[in-house]
């Protein structure tokens, strides 16, 4: 015989070859339920926990806020305080006119930042709220004197008025 006549050995054909995913059993793939619903519950896991990342990032940013803001108080009272008791030969001059600009401009930048004053001129009633007391009278229920000014951010009070009362 020939390399020419020679034919390839034949290969057996069994029955015992393994399935294809077409002939898969039921059971051995996953349902199609199941995966929907894994899939739901991953999309609602990602979101609570995006919602709570914003959440978390916007509390962060407000408490930054809070803290450089009241860290700023001390330095408005300063200049508050060297504005009011400008000497009287002074108070042409056009530096002292540029201290008092400069409370305005701070006191517009702080509004815009929603800053606000908590108002404690005299006869002012007390609010424990807002107000803290340091020397009182008999009733206590009427503000006498502002010692310190205090201030609200949004609505919070993030330092009291320092104030005397009746």
């Not at 803290?132 to 205090?150: K, M, P």
Request: glycine residues 4%; negative net charge.
């Amino acid at each position: 015989m020939s390399k020419k006549d020679a034919t390839p050995p034949a290969v057996p054909t069994t029955d015992t070859a393994q399935p294809t995913t077409a002939q898969a059993t039921p059971s051995a793939l996953p349902d199609t339920a199941q995966l929907t619903a894994d899939l739901q519950r991953l999309r609602a896991d990602f979101e609570n926990y995006r919602k709570n990342t914003d959440r978390e990032k916007s509390l962060l940013v407000a408490a930054a806020e809070r803290k450089t803001i009241a860290k700023m108080l001390p330095i408005l009272d300063d200049i508050e305080l060297a504005a009011a008791h400008i000497p009287a030969d002074l108070a042409d001059n056009t530096w002292a006119q540029g201290i008092a600009g400069l409370t305005k401009k701070l006191d517009i930048t702080l509004a815009a930042l929603g800053v606000a004053k908590i108002p404690a001129t005299a006869g002012t009633k007390f609010d424990p709220n807002f107000h803290e007391a340091v020397a009182s009278g008999e009733n206590g229920e009427q503000i006498t004197a502002e010692l310190r000014s205090g201030y609200t951010l949004n609505g919070e009070v993030i330092r009291p008025a320092m104030v005397n009362t009746d």
